[in-house]
T-cell receptor
Framework: QKEVEQNSGPLSVPEGAIASLNCTYS??????FFWYRQYSGKSPELIMS????GDKEDGRFTAQLNKASQYVSLLIRDSQPSDSATYLC????????????FGAGTRLAVHP | EPEVTQTPSHQVTQMGQEVILRCVPISNHLYFYWYRQILGQKVEFLVSFYNNEISEKSEIFDDQFSVERPDGSNFTLKIRSTKLEDSAMYFCASSWDSGNGGYTFGSGTRLTVV
């Protein structure tokens, strides 16, 4: 069974702080990793993708990948109340499995 | 920006009835998917579709479910005989590559079975 695990939260951070969201996954063959943001009642929105070990930065977002530890993280700098949402980690499992599997998501609350 | 379009946004149906959920994927995408999300739960994979056939399906996608691409633009999910537990948000998604690009999701159809 291919699994993607996230802490459900809520993670509460003050406005302007760094929010750190974590994800672990169960399979070493995975090559593609994604972070989606989902507002309540809305569809998932892709915000970051990462494919190789290390950091990838895009604006206020940084994704970090460590394949040896099977660990993906998302850092949100200068958090804003509009960042309050559920953040979904998604892993594309290859090797005959070939599907994008989502974690249950971490709910982030940014308070003024 | 190109988007995936889903209709209807909300569908209420009686238990045992057939429903068809419709999607128009992004025009140059080759891979199409259906996911569902029961209220308060995770986004779950149902089925992927490529080159006019199912490429992967989950254990949820049983004989009550079917998918079709009847023309060059639409992608549909049919549930033959709905059950109460089919009530969920159903998301269509598409991608140009099976794994190396993120999926673009539609806004979803909320299905309520009564």
């Amino acid at each position: 069974q291919k699994e993607v695990e996230q802490n459900s939260g809520p993670l509460s951070v003050p406005e302007g702080a760094i929010a750190s969201l974590n994800c672990t996954y169960s399979d070493r063959v995975s090559q593609s990793f994604f972070w989606y943001r989902q507002y309540s009642g809305k569809s998932p929105e892709l915000i970051m993708s990462i494919y190789s070990n290390g950091d990838k930065e895009d604006g206020r977002f940084t994704a970090q990948l460590n394949k040896a530890s099977q660990y993906v993280s998302l850092l949100i700098r200068d958090s804003q109340p509009s960042d309050s949402a559920t953040y979904l980690c998604a892993v594309w499992f290859s090797g005959g499995y070939n599907k994008l599997i989502f974690g249950a998501g971490t709910r982030l609350a940014v308070h003024p | 920006e190109p988007e995936v379009t889903q209709t209807p946004s909300h569908q209420v149906t009686q238990m045992g009835q057939e429903v068809i959920l419709r999607c128009v994927p992004i025009s140059n995408h080759l891979y199409f998917y259906w996911y569902r999300q029961i209220l308060g739960q995770k986004v779950e994979f149902l089925v992927s579709f490529y080159n006019n056939e199912i490429s992967e399906k989950s254990e949820i996608f049983d004989d009550q479910f079917s998918v079709e691409r009847p023309d060059g633009s639409n992608f549909t999910l049919k549930i033959r005989s709905t059950k109460l537990e089919d009530s969920a948000m159903y998301f269509c998604a598409s991608s140009w590559d099976s794994g190396n690009g993120g999926y673009t999701f539609g806004s979803g159809t909320r299905l309520t079975v009564v």
